[in-house]
C-alpha cells in the first residue's frame, strides 16, 4: 500500500485548507484510514480517524468541531478539511492506512502499517 498526502501549505489564521491522501494498491474500503500530525519539537499526535465504510469517525478533541475526516472509496482517496486554522495547528500532517482493523476508527499510531510522507501545514497568526 502506498499513501500520497497533499495540500499543505501555508495559510493565515482563520483560514481553511483541505488535505488529500491517495492509496494505491490493496482494498482501499478496507483500509482504516487515519490522519496525524507533528509539530515543530513534538510528538506525533493523532488527529481523526474514519473507518472503512466511512460510517464511523473520530476525531482528537483539539480539532473537533474543526476538521472533517471524510473518504470517497471510489477515488481512494481519504480527506481532511481543516477550518479556523490557528497557528497551533501547524505541523506535518501524515495519513496512514490500517488494513486489520478497517472495521472500526483507530486512534492507536502504532496500529497503522502504512504511512504516507506527510504533508506541511503552516499557520500564520
Known amino acids: 500500500v502506498q499513501l500520497q498526502a497533499s495540500g499543505g501549505g501555508l495559510v493565515q489564521a482563520g483560514d481553511s485548507l483541505r488535505l488529500s491522501c491517495a492509496a494505491s494498491?490493496?482494498?482501499?474500503?478496507?483500509?482504516?484510514m487515519g490522519w496525524f500530525r507533528q509539530g515543530p519539537a513534538k510528538e506525533r499526535e493523532f488527529v481523526a480517524a474514519i473507518s472503512g465504510s466511512g460510517v464511523d469517525k473520530r476525531y482528537s478533541d483539539s480539532v473537533k468541531g474543526r476538521y472533517t475526516i471524510s473518504r470517497d472509496n471510489a477515488k481512494n482517496t481519504v480527506y481532511l478539511q481543516m477550518s479556523i486554522l490557528t497557528p497551533e495547528d501547524t505541523a506535518t500532517y501524515y495519513c496512514a492506512a490500517d488494513p486489520v482493523r478497517w472495521y472500526v476508527t483507530n486512534i492507536n499510531q502504532d496500529n497503522y502499517g502504512h504511512w504516507g510522507q506527510g504533508t506541511q501545514v503552516t499557520v500564520s497568526s
Open positions: 494498491g490493496g482494498t482501499f474500503s478496507r483500509f482504516g
